[in-house]
């Protein structure tokens, strides 16, 4: 093929003039370029599914990491796809040092380039870049990082990957799941290397290192994978670095109110951040450490990437990660960083930094099982062209439908929530008369429980919160007994500084904190109810109201927010993608 590749339809589709002074023809050289003849910059975004088959003869790449959000990720597939010794060209304006890094080494070899100036590189491919065999749908390991409690989700998680049709792949627990979990004898349970925290790079890495097969898919215990996950990954390649799915959550067990849930998330002015971030001297591109962790969420802008497109400070978000076995334990993820101190971001931009790229097969998608109202309440998608912005579906907005059954945020009954109130007030507070007690504790939506938490901030004895280790034990238990969710890491770093250095007002600072208003607005206008049965909060199999309420919700996604919630295959595609990863009726297990 001796044409230039253009990755957009309708765009320029002959040989690059501009490569000839550099001594390559059109009779011998293919270029993939997003520029037109004059040189002027399309900077057009890049389709994520989209895959690049080399051929033989010499390839160029110009300018297509500077131009293309997507250029990491077309570079990886042109060396994925080129043949042995076959000579790459890349012209570009960033920093290439990464094809000298532990990642490349065993990919290409650097024969050549000019440091002055456009960078341009000669490379060399010393073997054909695929760390796994062909046949994709052999060799899998699915590790799960789990905690004990409720094995519910975990249950439906793990029967669902049982129930795939694949051969030579194992099921990896890394936690002593809860007593009924009910597959004991058909997985491996790893220890929890860090007992007493929540580490999740931790178990992650210890999920890899144990693992037995060359491909790796690492979920967390909620994700509802597809039935057809192993084809949809066979047929999109294995090599693609790190690949996740759209994985959407629904508020009701109707289907009618949908919307993303931590799949893949973009960190905007974090190039500002990067600038004040200490250096690490045994990890030079480290960006994030546990001290400065907190700082990111005050000065970055977070958002889903659309589903029809890619971003160039995209990240995978934890929920899923599949890769080879062989390059997560090259990278792995920084255990100084447990849950909830972005290490999906550390470990995202640390991966973008080695040259290995993050991207969503948006061709099929998954379930989160449960939800937590941090994550459910983040609905904003950033779009390259036009920044920052809420996307709008809340509700069925033309047809009015309230749902009948709606999921709780909490797997918890009243007695339980009066009980864990009374439980807090014991500990902390003045003494507070019993009917208070029971008033706060049946106020449970909207303003009504914002208004009920304030009262209860508002009885705090401050003679028993005199030092930090006290603060941090009323926080815990606030979490535990109150709130039923964590806290927003940068928000709960700043309130201990706010109130133990410049005695700021604790009710306050908690009150202002996104997991408390996250929760309230959720449970305004009975959006979702706070209590629950643990079974009401996963979804329930399927049945004609769940088929009719996805149909409704495709319909209006693909009408007011089809980038961000529909498959670029269409509605069809979404609502059949739906009803596959659905529970079936036969694969609920209680």
Same mark, same amino acid.
């Given at each position: 093929?001796?044409?230039?590749?253009?990755?957009?339809?309708?765009?320029?589709?002959?040989?690059?003039?501009?490569?000839?002074?550099?001594?390559?023809?059109?009779?011998?050289?293919?270029?993939?370029?997003?520029?037109?003849?004059?040189?002027?910059?399309?900077?057009?975004?890049?389709?994520?599914?989209?895959?690049?088959?080399?051929?033989?003869?010499?390839?160029?790449?110009?300018?297509?990491?500077?131009?293309?959000?997507?250029?990491?990720?077309?570079?990886?597939?042109?060396?994925?796809?080129?043949?042995?010794?076959?000579?790459?060209?890349?012209?570009?304006?960033?920093?290439?040092?990464?094809?000298?890094?532990?990642?490349?080494?065993?990919?290409?070899?650097?024969?050549?380039?000019?440091?002055?100036?456009?960078?341009?590189?000669?490379?060399?491919?010393?073997?054909?870049?695929?760390?796994?065999?062909?046949?994709?749908?052999?060799?899998?390991?699915?590790?799960?990082?789990?905690?004990?409690?409720?094995?519910?989700?975990?249950?439906?998680?793990?029967?669902?990957?049982?129930?795939?049709?694949?051969?030579?792949?194992?099921?990896?627990?890394?936690?002593?799941?809860?007593?009924?979990?009910?597959?004991?004898?058909?997985?491996?349970?790893?220890?929890?290397?860090?007992?007493?925290?929540?580490?999740?790079?931790?178990?992650?890495?210890?999920?890899?290192?144990?693992?037995?097969?060359?491909?790796?898919?690492?979920?967390?215990?909620?994700?509802?994978?597809?039935?057809?996950?192993?084809?949809?990954?066979?047929?999109?390649?294995?090599?693609?670095?790190?690949?996740? /799915? $759209?994985?959407? *959550? &629904?508020? #009701?067990? !109707?289907?009618?109110?949908?919307? @993303?849930?931590?799949?893949?998330?973009?960190?905007?002015?974090?190039?500002?951040?990067?600038?004040?971030?200490?250096?690490?001297?045994?990890?030079?591109?480290?960006?994030?450490?546990?001290?400065?962790?907190?700082?990111?969420?005050?000065?970055?802008?977070?958002?889903?990437?659309?589903?029809?497109?890619?971003?160039?400070?995209?990240?995978?978000?934890?929920?899923?990660?599949?890769?080879?076995?062989?390059?997560?334990?090259?990278?792995?993820?920084?255990?100084? /960083? $447990?849950?909830? *101190? &972005?290490? #999906?971001? !550390?470990?995202?931009?640390?991966? @973008?930094?080695?040259?290995?790229?993050?991207?969503?097969?948006?061709?099929?998608?998954?379930?989160?099982?449960?939800?937590?109202?941090?994550?459910?309440?983040?609905?904003?998608?950033?779009?390259?062209?036009?920044?920052?912005?809420?996307?709008?579906?809340?509700?069925?907005?033309?047809?009015?439908?309230?749902?009948?059954?709606?999921?709780?945020?909490?797997?918890?009954?009243?007695?339980?929530?009066?009980?864990?109130?009374?439980?807090?007030?014991?500990?902390?507070?003045?003494?507070?008369?019993?009917?208070?007690? !029971?008033?706060?504790?049946?106020?449970?939506?909207?303003?009504?429980?914002?208004?009920?938490?304030?009262?209860?901030?508002?009885?705090?004895?401050?003679?028993?919160?005199?030092?930090?280790?006290?603060?941090?034990?009323?926080?815990?238990?606030?979490?535990?007994?109150?709130?039923?969710?964590?806290?927003?890491?940068?928000?709960?770093?700043?309130?201990?500084?706010?109130?133990?250095?410049?005695?700021?007002?604790?009710?306050?600072?908690?009150?202002?904190?996104?997991?408390?208003?996250?929760?309230?607005?959720?449970?305004?206008?009975?959006?979702?109810?706070?209590?629950?049965?643990?079974?009401?909060?996963?979804?329930?199999?399927?049945?004609?109201?769940?088929?009719?309420?996805?149909?409704?919700?495709?319909?209006?996604?693909?009408?007011?927010?089809?980038?961000?919630?529909?498959?670029?295959?269409?509605?069809?595609?979404?609502?059949?993608?739906?009803?596959?990863?659905?529970?079936?009726?036969?694969?609920?297990?209680?």
């Amino acid at each position: 093929m001796n044409r230039s590749i253009w990755l957009r339809r309708g765009e320029l589709r002959h040989d690059n003039p501009s490569l000839r002074p550099l001594g390559w023809r059109p009779e011998s050289a293919q270029c993939i370029s997003f520029r037109d003849p004059g040189g002027r910059s399309k900077r057009l975004s890049w389709h994520s599914g989209l895959r690049l088959k080399g051929g033989p003869g010499h390839l160029a790449l110009m300018y297509v990491l500077v131009d293309s959000s997507a250029g990491l990720q077309i570079l990886w597939d042109v060396l994925q796809y080129a043949e042995i010794n076959q000579e790459i060209t890349i012209i570009d304006e960033v920093d290439l040092s990464f094809l000298y890094g532990q990642v490349y080494a065993s990919m290409v070899e650097v024969i050549g380039g000019d440091e002055p100036g456009p960078r341009c590189y000669h490379l060399k491919l010393r073997r054909l870049a695929k760390s796994v065999g062909n046949d994709l749908l052999k060799g899998w390991t699915f590790a799960l990082p789990t905690g004990g409690g409720d094995s519910t989700a975990l249950n439906m998680s793990v029967g669902r990957i049982l129930e795939m049709r694949g051969d030579d792949f194992e099921v990896l627990l890394c936690g002593e799941p809860g007593p009924d979990f009910s597959y004991r004898e058909r997985v491996r349970i790893l220890p929890d290397p860090k007992p007493g925290e929540i580490n999740l790079p931790a178990k992650k890495n210890a999920l890899a290192d144990a693992a037995r097969y060359q491909r790796l898919a690492i979920l967390h215990d909620r994700v509802l994978l597809p039935p057809d996950f192993l084809t949809r990954m066979a047929a999109f390649g294995c090599d693609g670095g790190f690949v996740g /799915l $759209p994985i959407l *959550y &629904f508020l #009701d067990q !109707e289907g009618l109110r949908g919307r @993303r849930y931590s799949d893949f998330n973009t960190v905007q002015r974090f190039a500002a951040f990067e600038l004040t971030s200490a250096a690490d001297a045994e990890q030079p591109n480290r960006i994030i450490t546990r001290e400065l962790a907190p700082e990111v969420g005050r000065f970055s802008i977070y958002g889903y990437v659309p589903l029809h497109g890619a971003d160039r400070f995209g990240f995978l978000t934890g929920s899923l990660y599949t890769c080879s076995t062989q390059i997560w334990r090259q990278i792995r993820q920084d255990e100084s /960083l $447990p849950w909830e *101190y &972005f290490e #999906d971001v !550390e470990f995202g931009h640390r991966c @973008r930094a080695l040259g290995v790229p993050h991207r969503l097969l948006n061709t099929t998608l998954a379930l989160s099982i449960t939800g937590r109202s941090t994550v459910i309440d983040s609905t904003g998608t950033w779009y390259a062209e036009g920044g920052w912005r809420r996307t709008a579906y809340h509700r069925i907005p033309f047809i009015g439908l309230r749902p009948a059954r709606t999921r709780p945020l909490l797997a918890r009954n009243f007695e339980a929530h009066r009980q864990s109130v009374q439980q807090f007030v014991r500990t902390w507070c003045k003494r507070v008369a019993l009917f208070q007690v !029971e008033e706060m504790a049946v106020r449970l939506c909207g303003e009504a429980r914002q208004t009920a938490i304030a009262d209860l901030l508002a009885t705090i004895d401050s003679l028993r919160i005199d030092n930090a280790s006290a603060l941090e034990r009323l926080l815990h238990d606030f979490e535990r007994q109150i709130l039923g969710e964590t806290l927003e890491v940068s928000g709960r770093h700043e309130l201990v500084k706010r109130v133990l250095q410049f005695g700021g007002d604790l009710g306050g600072e908690l009150m202002d904190n996104w997991a408390v208003k996250a929760q309230c607005r959720l449970t305004d206008d009975g959006l979702m109810p706070l209590l629950g049965d643990r079974q009401d909060r996963v979804p329930r199999s399927q049945d004609w109201r769940i088929r009719a309420g996805l149909a409704l919700f495709v319909m209006v996604a693909y009408w007011r927010a089809r980038r961000e919630l529909c498959l670029p295959s269409g509605a069809l595609a979404t609502w059949h993608a739906l009803l596959r990863c659905w529970p079936a009726r036969q694969a609920v297990r209680h």
